[in-house]
């Protein structure tokens, strides 16, 4: 298959080139140059439109194995791509858990021939429930990219020590999405003013910010590797920021709601803001976007959890956590004039690096990693955006700037219908 770009601006993460045309052949970069003429299977043209290095997200519910009818690799898959990315990391939260080397090799042959790059993320802990560390030396050996309990998030200090201590014989990294379980156990929402007038339980933020002090001791202990993400307070910022400056190989990453909402958008009891960590405060959100703009928070995270209609359409108290942001992660930081050169250096560069992954080049002879984007056009986030299978988000009916035209991953070429 031979795909041609035409008039394309090259983006890197810090400049963009004068257009040019791509051809790639087969999913290899066989021309970069001016008036290619070649007979291509897809010519593909846009004004304005620029390529970058695929992006990479790193914590995806793809619900697949065991929860199908919510998400499968496949519409998964579709979502990523409509959104941009080329490759996404998808966590152990399925059934059963991604706890040996049997479900990685799983994801990882399943995966094979869809457009989007899946890594599976192996679960820390035997089902995820946080008691017995997991065979992570195997599933390592096998293709899991990092270790996470993902959305359980990991509550023994001596299990969290054990695995930092385990993982440096392969040089891997944890995840941990902070959330101490003991503090605001019923909670709904943020614990503050809006809780009280909304009359929900609330969950305090020291819930989060202890979880991360407990963790940056561990992690200074056991001189190890760890990121965290879906950070939500400005105390936990402050708290990584501290540890960076200090030397200890940590990293962070928000959610694209986590900026663009806080704890008043839930006064109208949207289920689809049903999220853990809840929506913090103004203060909270604001701090937020501007260590995405000052570079303390090294990438964007889609947190993409798609639940089912029965689980979100119902009283706040019973709907699930999560929801889909694969297809608008994108349009979102660029809504809130995110300088979309930041976000296509957190993307390719700083995500990849810091799970330490090879940074594919834009040249002649490599294999094809490529999103296809047009940054600055606004358009209504509609559900014919969303390929996901679910589609409970908030940024349904919400103007959006900036959007993927699709991607190119080695012989592989995905355009989405709702963009282009």
């Given at each position: 298959m031979k795909v041609l770009i035409k008039n394309a601006i090259l983006t890197s993460s810090t400049k963009k080139a004068n257009s040019t045309d791509i051809l790639i052949d087969n999913?290899?970069?066989?021309?970069?140059?001016?008036?290619?003429?070649?007979d291509a299977d897809h010519i593909i043209e846009n004004d304005n439109l620029h390529v970058s290095v695929g992006w990479m997200d790193c914590f995806a519910n793809f619900a697949d194995p065991g929860d199908e009818y919510k998400e499968t690799l496949e519409t998964g898959a579709a979502a990523a791509a409509a959104g941009g990315f080329t490759e996404v990391m998808i966590i152990p939260n399925t059934n059963p858990i991604t706890d040996n080397k049997s479900q990685v090799e799983y994801i990882k042959h399943k995966s094979k021939s869809l457009p989007v790059t899946i890594h599976p993320i192996g679960a820390i802990t035997k089902n995820a429930e946080g008691k017995e560390l997991s065979e992570m030396y195997d599933m390592h050996h096998n293709g899991a990219l990092v270790f996470s309990d993902g959305i359980n998030c990991l509550q023994s200090s001596g299990i969290m020590l054990?695995?930092?201590q385990y993982i440096k014989a392969f040089d891997g990294t944890i995840i941990q999405l902070p959330d101490d379980k003991n503090i605001g156990t019923n909670g709904l929402m943020n614990e503050g003013i809006a809780s009280t007038k909304l009359g929900l339980p609330g969950k305090p933020a020291i819930a989060e910010e202890i979880l991360i002090a407990r963790d940056i001791e561990l992690l200074k202990y056991s001189n190890s590797k760890i990121h965290f993400t879906g950070i939500s307070t400005k105390r936990s910022l402050e708290l990584i920021t501290q540890a960076k400056k200090k030397g200890l190989n940590?990293?962070?990453?928000?959610?694209?709601?986590?900026?663009y909402f806080y704890e008043d958008?839930?006064?109208?009891?949207?289920?689809?803001?049903?999220?853990?960590?809840?929506?913090?405060?103004?203060?909270?959100?604001?701090?937020?976007?501007d260590g995405v703009k000052d570079h303390s928070?090294?990438?964007?995270?889609?947190?993409?959890?798609?639940?089912?209609?029965?689980?979100?359409?119902?009283?706040?108290?019973?709907?699930k956590y999560g929801m889909t942001g694969l297809e608008s992660t994108f349009g979102v930081l660029c809504a809130l004039d995110i300088p979309f050169l930041d976000f296509v250096k957190m993307q390719t560069e700083n995500i990849r690096k810091i799970f330490g992954l090879m940074i594919p080049e834009i040249k002649i002879g490599e294999k094809a990693n490529l999103t296809l984007f047009i940054p600055g056009k606004e358009y209504l986030f509609t559900e014919k955006n969303i390929l996901s299978r679910s589609k409970?988000?908030?940024?349904?009916?919400?103007?959006?700037?900036?959007?993927?035209?699709?991607i190119i991953n080695g012989d592989k070429l995905f355009l989405s219908d709702s963009h282009y």
């Amino acid at each position: 298959m031979k795909v041609l770009i035409k008039n394309a601006i090259l983006t890197s993460s810090t400049k963009k080139a004068n257009s040019t045309d791509i051809l790639i052949d087969n999913g290899i970069i066989t021309q970069i140059s001016s008036g290619i003429v070649a007979d291509a299977d897809h010519i593909i043209e846009n004004d304005n439109l620029h390529v970058s290095v695929g992006w990479m997200d790193c914590f995806a519910n793809f619900a697949d194995p065991g929860d199908e009818y919510k998400e499968t690799l496949e519409t998964g898959a579709a979502a990523a791509a409509a959104g941009g990315f080329t490759e996404v990391m998808i966590i152990p939260n399925t059934n059963p858990i991604t706890d040996n080397k049997s479900q990685v090799e799983y994801i990882k042959h399943k995966s094979k021939s869809l457009p989007v790059t899946i890594h599976p993320i192996g679960a820390i802990t035997k089902n995820a429930e946080g008691k017995e560390l997991s065979e992570m030396y195997d599933m390592h050996h096998n293709g899991a990219l990092v270790f996470s309990d993902g959305i359980n998030c990991l509550q023994s200090s001596g299990i969290m020590l054990k695995a930092l201590q385990y993982i440096k014989a392969f040089d891997g990294t944890i995840i941990q999405l902070p959330d101490d379980k003991n503090i605001g156990t019923n909670g709904l929402m943020n614990e503050g003013i809006a809780s009280t007038k909304l009359g929900l339980p609330g969950k305090p933020a020291i819930a989060e910010e202890i979880l991360i002090a407990r963790d940056i001791e561990l992690l200074k202990y056991s001189n190890s590797k760890i990121h965290f993400t879906g950070i939500s307070t400005k105390r936990s910022l402050e708290l990584i920021t501290q540890a960076k400056k200090k030397g200890l190989n940590i990293s962070c990453s928000v959610t694209p709601y986590h900026v663009y909402f806080y704890e008043d958008d839930v006064a109208d009891y949207d289920t689809n803001l049903k999220v853990n960590p809840p929506l913090r405060t103004k203060e909270d959100m604001m701090a937020l976007r501007d260590g995405v703009k000052d570079h303390s928070i090294d990438f964007i995270a889609s947190h993409h959890l798609p639940q089912d209609f029965d689980n979100k359409i119902c009283e706040f108290e019973y709907a699930k956590y999560g929801m889909t942001g694969l297809e608008s992660t994108f349009g979102v930081l660029c809504a809130l004039d995110i300088p979309f050169l930041d976000f296509v250096k957190m993307q390719t560069e700083n995500i990849r690096k810091i799970f330490g992954l090879m940074i594919p080049e834009i040249k002649i002879g490599e294999k094809a990693n490529l999103t296809l984007f047009i940054p600055g056009k606004e358009y209504l986030f509609t559900e014919k955006n969303i390929l996901s299978r679910s589609k409970n988000t908030p940024f349904t009916g919400k103007k959006l700037k900036g959007y993927p035209i699709g991607i190119i991953n080695g012989d592989k070429l995905f355009l989405s219908d709702s963009h282009y």
